[in-house]
Nanobody, 120 residues
Framework: QVQLVESGGGLVQPGGSLRLSCVASTSITDISSMAWYRQAPGKERELAAR???????DYADSVKGRFTISGDTAKSTVYLQMNSLEPEDTAVYYC??????????????WGQGTQVNVSS
């Protein structure tokens, strides 16, 4: 069974930076997109950033210009560089890999989540 393992979360002061990493325990074929979601206390999970197999990216308005997503589909690995962090970025961050096998179906893989706390 495929597992996504995240790392890089922690406590950082406002204005600081963190880099999140996510790697699959086994190679995932036919990746159509990779993404980072986040869930703050008392709020619903939301998309923070996504990158497609072709390299197109999109970001939540709240993180544009501060976060950068990158990844390597061949290595089933995705990263999130977070700069100029704000207290509002405090959340559990989840990586997601979407696999599209065409007629065989589509699958979403999720990491266990990594906590990011932005506080002075």
């Amino acid at each position: 069974q495929v597992q996504l393992v995240e790392s890089g979360g922690g406590l950082v002061q406002p204005g600081g930076s963190l880099r999140l990493s996510c790697v699959a325990s086994t190679s995932i074929t036919d990746i159509s997109s990779m993404a980072w979601y986040r869930q703050a206390p008392g709020k619903e999970r939301e998309l923070a950033a996504r990158i497609t197999r072709g390299g197109q990216t999109d970001y939540a308005d709240s993180v544009k210009g501060r976060f950068t997503i990158s990844g390597d589909t061949a290595k089933s690995t995705v990263y999130l560089q977070m700069n100029s962090l704000e207290p509002e970025d405090t959340a559990v961050y989840y990586c997601n890999i979407h696999q599209n096998l065409g007629w065989s179906g589509q699958w979403n893989y999720w990491g266990q989540g990594t906590q990011v706390n932005v506080s002075s």
